[in-house]
T-cell receptor
Framework: DGGITQSPKYLFRKEGQNVTLSCEQN?????MYWYRQDPGQGLRLIYY???????QKGDIAEGYSVSREKKESFPLTVTSAQKNPTAFYLC???????????FGDGTRLSIL | RKEVEQDPGPFNVPEGATVAFNCTYS??????FFWYRQDCRKEPKLLMS???SGNEDGRFTAQLNRASQYISLLIRDSKLSDSATYLC???????????FGTGTSLTVIP
């Protein structure tokens, strides 16, 4: 089945630690996105990538970093500079313009 | 001003009722419009794409009004399983960015 796979489903971070969230898609989509969702709130864009080896900051990029070395993969690193990382992280991808986004089933990150 | 605005609700309706949600968007250059459904602690799932002529899928009808810059979602004969948060999403092809409303919460009551 084609889709987006995020891992892990749950992740715990210690103070001062960097953690990396995985996002892989086999939909052959060019564009990939990372969002953060806090309880009772909407999705906020962290980073997005339209093509391999290129990515742009979203609205809340501070404390996060990404890479896009392969079309299928768009990992997100939550660095120690992100002081409030507890949230639900969603990865999405889209193909042709005017097409909707497809989402992975998310990673819940908490602070230990 | 937010790119996309929705009434957060909550909407509490009895089974069998008809309920409608509106969503307004600020950028007239917006090209694509979607409704997603999000269950508690789950990822958003595409409910409908919204076409300029309006479209219907079973009990769900979506409409677009470009002149007034809003889209709507109508749910007829509400089921308990329709209880969820409904997200309005707007895409401007430039930069292929998507803008999300904060969602409208629906609870269907027996």
């Amino acid at each position: 089945d084609g889709g987006i796979t995020q891992s892990p489903k749950y992740l715990f971070r210690k103070e001062g630690q960097n953690v990396t969230l995985s996002c892989e898609q086999n939909l052959n989509h060019d564009a990939m996105y990372w969002y953060r969702q806090d309880p009772g709130q909407g999705l906020r864009l962290i980073y997005y990538s339209q093509i391999v080896n290129d990515f742009q900051k979203g609205d809340i990029a501070e404390g996060y970093s990404v890479s896009r070395e392969k079309k299928e993969s768009f990992p997100l690193t939550v660095t120690s500079a992100q002081k409030n990382p507890t949230a639900f992280y969603l990865c999405a991808s889209t193909g042709q313009p005017n097409q909707p986004q497809h989402f992975g089933d998310g990673t819940r990150l908490s602070i230990l | 001003r937010k790119e996309v605005e929705q009434d957060p609700g909550p909407f509490n309706v009895p089974e069998g009722a008809t309920v409608a949600f509106n969503c307004t968007y600020s950028n007239s250059a917006s090209q694509s419009f979607f409704w997603y459904r999000q269950d508690c602690r789950k990822e958003p799932k595409l409910l409908m794409s919204v076409y300029s002529s309006g479209n219907e899928d079973g009990r769900f009808t979506a409409q677009l009004n470009r002149a007034s810059q809003y889209i709507s979602l109508l749910i007829r004969d509400s089921k308990l399983s329709d209880s969820a948060t409904y997200l309005c999403v707007v895409n401007m092809n430039t930069g292929n960015q998507f803008y999300f409303g904060t969602g409208t919460s629906l609870t269907v009551i027996p």
